[in-house]
């Protein structure tokens, strides 16, 4: 059974830190590029970030380029969004995605549950 598990969300004042995480099971998760996505309301649901299945190579949203920073553990089967300088823009609930590589130009795509991100005064 596939499962994405995202944590540490929560409500934070602007310009303070929350670091998410998201514990992967049921898939080969080294096989898999990681992303956030994140969705706030009445609005489309966006890339955030996204990091290669090693870490070698890592991409980021305009909007949190220099704030977030995406990594991952392979042994522990998670991936890390750390989110500093939060906006109330970048209020939403964030999304964990994987992208598992099951063949040439195959894949699956599973997702988390997401967790709730607030950032207010």
């Known amino acids: 059974q596939v499962q994405l598990v995202e944590s540490g969300g929560g409500l934070v004042q602007p310009g303070g830190s929350l670091r998410l995480s998201c514990a992967a099971s049921g898939f080969t998760f080294r096989n898999s590029n990681m992303n956030w996505y994140r969705q706030a309301p009445g609005k489309e649901r966006e890339l955030v970030a996204r990091i290669t299945t090693t870490g070698g190579s890592t991409n980021y949203a305009d909007s949190v380029k220099g704030r977030f920073t995406i990594s991952r553990d392979n042994a522990k089967n998670t991936v890390y969004l750390q989110m500093n300088s939060l906006k109330p823009e970048d209020t939403a609930i964030y999304y964990c995605?994987?992208?598992?590589?099951?063949?040439?130009?195959?894949?699956?795509?599973?997702w988390g549950q997401g967790t709730q991100v607030t950032v207010s005064s």
């Open positions: 995605n994987a992208r598992e590589i099951t063949g040439l130009l195959r894949y699956r795509d599973y």
